[in-house]
């Protein structure tokens, strides 16, 4: 009997440790199933995508530039798009990430019936519009056929909500109404870094505000790529992505194209602006942050020579590269004269760097920005020890004229008392 009950008591014991390890698994695989999901969902949630390289820019007419998709468009095509603004959640998400919901009525009015247009491009016009509480913003209004755009119109929201620095153009808000979707940002009063470059109508940017403009770019960029938490590529970095505000401050622009680094590194096909790419990014597919620096240094040569990329401007720098005088040949005639040549030639020192065909070679945002910010120190401290030195020069100059002074009046006493 002893033996049997032993044998019962096994058999009970094999039993439940056998019920407890199929339980273990099937609990292990549910936990599985389910971050697989989200880790799904959050990598289908970033959409990078758009055909364009048409001028989006806010404060600018039509671009230069023309965007090239080669590859993935098929796929995308083909896959189904659920649009992001068809859940119930539209109204939670706008007070949640402070971005505003404008109705149309408000935005028809604030642009005359759209009739203010500053430009026009890809994801469609851009109109000037002064809102019922008197703020003045840009209007980017999606064309209704553009299928790309709508894809773009829920990166840049969704971007734009959580992304917050000077030296970004702010997301204000967003209109959905009456089948239109357009999105409504600050006012950029200067327009585009291209179109200043570009067009003899506008004004001469001076050295020392290109010099600005490259180091706000930067602060951009860095931000983007350190501060943003998951870092974002911006993918699309070109002269008429800088905008200026009315101080001539710029601000990078037009997060359409704009991926966020996540788990897993998609191939989403090739997109960007021809002039701009990485030749490494075209080669491989792979766009990372250091894709961005590259296109920085082709915005640093276009400060510095004002040759737009279609104009062949790698032929002139790499012409310039190999002559005696370097880059001094190919700077822009509106400055020649007015700059100073040590500036010009550290800064092209800098874009060289960026341009490094082999991508680990190149700098990080943060390098780079720290070298443009090293040439403006050392402008400070040049001009502190100059001005030291003039204000020590003119305290001598004071000293020697009270000497002076201080003399003649004793040979004046000297003077009457011999009398």
Known sequence: MVHKADLVIIGISVGLAVGILIASL??????????????????????????????????????????????????????????WWNNHNKEK?????????????????????????LGQGSFGPVYKAVMPAGEVVAVKVLASDSKQGERE?????????RLHHRNLVNLVGYCVDKGQRMLVYEYMSNGSLENLLYNEKEQVLSWDERLQIAQDISHGIE?????????????????????LDHSMRAKVAD??????????????????????????????????????????????????????????????VNL??????GVDEIIDTKIVGKCNLEEVRNLAKIAHKCLHKTPRKR?????????????????????????????????????????????????????????
């Not at 119109?153 to 909500?161: H, I, K, N, R």
């Not at 998951?230 to 002269?239: A, E, G, T, Y």
């Open 223 to 243: 931000y983007l790529h350190d501060g943003a938490v998951p870092p974002v590529i911006h993918r699309d970095l070109k002269s008429a992505n800088i905008l």
């Open 93 to 117: 998400f706008a007070s949640a990430s402070g971005i505003l919901r404008y109705c149309y009525k408000d935005i028809q009015k604030g642009t005359q019936n759209f009739t203010t247009i």
């Open 153 to 161: 119109f829920q990166t840049e929201v969704s971007l734009l909500a």
């Open 363 to 419: 700098p990080s945002i943060g390098e780079a920005l720290q070298a443009i910010s090293r040439i403006k120190q050392r402008r400070l401290v040049k001009e502190d020890t100059m001005s030291f030195v003039r204000e020590d020069f003119s305290r001598a100059v004071s000293r020697i004229e009270c000497q002076q002074i201080e003399l003649r009046r004793m040979a004046s006493i000297d003077e009457r008392l011999n009398g």
């Open 26 to 83: 099937v609990f292990f695989g549910i936990c599985w199933y389910k971050k697989r999901s989200k880790i799904s969902q959050h990598s289908s949630a970033t959409l990078p995508i758009r055909t364009n390289g048409l001028d989006t820019s806010i404060d600018s007419s039509a671009s230069l530039a023309s965007s090239v998709n080669i590859k993935g468009l098929e796929y995308l095509a083909q896959k189904p798009q659920r649009s």
């Open 320 to 325: 310039a590269s190999m002559s005696p005088d």
């Open 255 to 316: 997060f359409g194209l704009s991926k966020e680094v996540v788990f897993n590194s998609q191939n989403s096909g090739l997109k960007g602006t021809y002039g701009y790419i990485d030749p490494v990014y075209i080669s491989t597919n792979k766009f990372t942050a250091k894709s961005d620096v590259y296109s920085l240094g082709i915005i640093l040569f276009e400060l510095i020579t004002a040759i737009h990329p279609h104009q062949n401007l790698m032929e002139y």
